[in-house]
């Protein structure tokens, strides 16, 4: 495989990750205002919404963070491959 071909496909995985998130936002904004809707029309005296909201949230944080942080999987990878190549070149 050409370096390339290989650079394609990093960043064919990056925008899948990338939409991957965007998925998972959107849908997390949309479901969270019809709990948050569906809360405050019919029990409005208890603010339930707030648990699932919470909840989700602290996953789309962490989904967030593995895509965008320092952290994330694709530095991880990209540095073991570098250090492979590396060896390699040896």
Request: charged letters at 20%; zero cysteines.
């Given at each position: 495989?050409?370096?390339?071909?290989?650079n394609y496909q990093l960043?064919?995985?990056?925008?899948?990750?990338?939409?991957?998130?965007?998925?998972?936002?959107?849908?997390?904004?949309?479901?969270?205002?019809?709990?948050?809707?569906?809360?405050?029309?019919?029990?409005?005296?208890?603010?339930?919404?707030?648990?699932?909201?919470?909840?989700?949230?602290?996953?789309?944080?962490?989904?967030?963070?593995?895509?965008?942080?320092?952290?994330?999987?694709?530095?991880?990878?990209?540095?073991?491959?570098?250090?492979?190549?590396?060896?390699?070149?040896?």
């Amino acid at each position: 495989m050409s370096e390339q071909d290989e650079n394609y496909q990093l960043a064919k995985e990056r925008v899948e990750k990338k939409m991957g998130f965007a998925i998972h936002a959107g849908v997390y904004v949309l479901v969270n205002a019809g709990l948050i809707t569906l809360n405050l029309t019919r029990s409005p005296e208890n603010y339930w919404f707030i648990w699932p909201l919470g909840g989700w949230g602290i996953g789309l944080v962490f989904h967030a963070f593995k895509v965008f942080g320092p952290g994330g999987s694709t530095s991880l990878k990209e540095k073991m491959i570098q250090k492979e190549q590396a060896r390699l070149k040896q």
